[in-house]
C-alpha cells in the first residue's frame, strides 16, 4: 500500500477550477467598480459640466425681421472647454448647430474669441472659454414664416478638461423659444442686459 496515492476524480478537479476562475472573475468585476466609483467621484459627467440658457432678441419677431438668439452657457468652476477657432489642431471645437423650424432662415453665427490659458497636460497655451460665455445666432423671419409660438432646437457640442484630464466630448440640447407675427405687428427689444454689446469675432 506504499505506492498508494489518493487521486481527485476529473470532475471535482473541473469543478474546482471552475470555482477558482469564478472567484477571480469577481474580484475582477469588483476591483472594476471600485475603480469606475472612484473615477466617477472624481470627474462629473461631462453633459453637466456646461449649463447653456437661449435668449431672444425681439418679442414677438415680425415677418420679414432679423433677430438675434443668444446662446448664454456656464462653466462649472475648475473647468474649461475649447474655443470654436481653438488653438491647436487636435483640440475639440466647440459648436452650436440649430435645428431650424419652418420659415427661420440662420444668417450666421459668432463666437466669442477666447482667452490663453496655460495647463500641466500642455507644452503650449491653449485657446478656451472658462467661466460664462455666449454664442450669438443672428437669423431671419421669412414672410411665410407660420404665425405662433416656435421652438428652435439647438445643440451644444463641446469637450470639458481641467488642468489633469478631459472628459469625453458630448452633445447637449438647448431651446430657444420665440413668437412669430404678423409683418406689421409691433414688437420690442428683449434682454438687452444681452444683446446689448455687439460680437466681436464670426
Known sequence: MSGWRATVP????????????????LLALAALAITSSAQDAAYPAAASVLQPKAYVSLQPVPRGRSFDIAVVAKISPGFHINAHMPSE???IPTKVMADLSPGVLLVETTYP???????????????????????RMRLRASGSAPVGAQKIGLTLAYQ?????????PTKIPVTADLEIAEADAPSHPAHAE???STPTEK
Open 10 to 25: 476529473v470532475d471535482n478537479r473541473s469543478k474546482r477550477a471552475r470555482y477558482i476562475l469564478t472567484g477571480f472573475a
Open 89 to 91: 489642431d487636435y483640440l
Open 113 to 135: 474669441r477666447g482667452v490663453m490659458r496655460a495647463f500641466r497636460f500642455s507644452k503650449t497655451p491653449l485657446r478656451v472659454y472658462e467661466g460664462t460665455f455666449t454664442v
Open 160 to 168: 470639458a478638461c481641467n488642468q489633469d484630464a478631459c472628459l469625453p
Open 194 to 196: 444681452i444683446f446689448s
